[in-house]
């Protein structure tokens, strides 16, 4: 009982911290802002470890983080749970030999990139970013871990926007979100 009070605590927190941006970054798009929640650092530290709690021993020996806010999740909670975390970024900010992946957004198209030496066939990764909408984000990130041989095991985000059905692009794959919007 007391975890549960403690979770719907957190969660209501977390929510009352993000910002709602209209019309961004194109007409029509309700932007949900995380970055309020960065300014309270006793409420990220809930949060960062209400997910450590979640995810430790389960098996997952490497992070995946999404340029660019997953990059301040997913490092944090690597460090916490004491394991590697490596970073998907943007076409052109990866020095040494690359894999890319091309993916459609919700508003446009982008290309991700992983060193193609981050990720080994006997590593168990978590997929780290801030929300999950459409899914091309995580889709693509997942396509990379497949390329190099990694066992994707689940994702792990702090929004989800519902109504886009970004679970659909990765199915069988566990999700974790711990606010979801319509």
Excluded at 31 to 42: H, Y
Excluded at 96 to 124: F, P, Q, R, V, W
């Amino acid at each position: 009982m007391a975890e549960n009070y403690w979770y719907a605590n957190l969660k209501k927190e977390v929510e009352e911290s993000i910002r709602n941006i209209p019309d961004f970054p194109k007409e029509g798009i309700q932007f949900k802002d995380i970055t309020p929640l960065f300014k309270d650092t006793s409420l990220f530290e809930k949060l960062m470890s209400y997910y450590t709690n979640k995810l430790k021993n389960n098996g997952i020996n490497k992070i995946v983080c999404v340029d660019a806010r997953g990059f301040i999740f997913g490092s944090v909670l690597a460090n916490k749970m004491g394991i590697p975390f490596v970073v998907a970024r943007k076409e052109g900010k990866l020095p040494a030999k690359t894999i890319s992946h091309t993916y459609s957004l919700e508003y446009g198209e982008a290309t991700l990139e992983m060193h193609m030496d981050d990720i080994k066939s006997t590593d168990n990764v978590l997929i780290v970013d801030d929300l999950l909408a459409t899914g091309g984000t995580v889709k693509a990130s997942s396509e990379l871990i497949e390329k190099v041989g990694g066992n994707l095991v689940g994702c792990a985000f702090v929004v989800e926007l519902l109504g886009l059905n970004g679970r659909d692009n990765i199915p069988n794959v566990p999700i974790k979100s711990l606010i979801s919007y319509e």
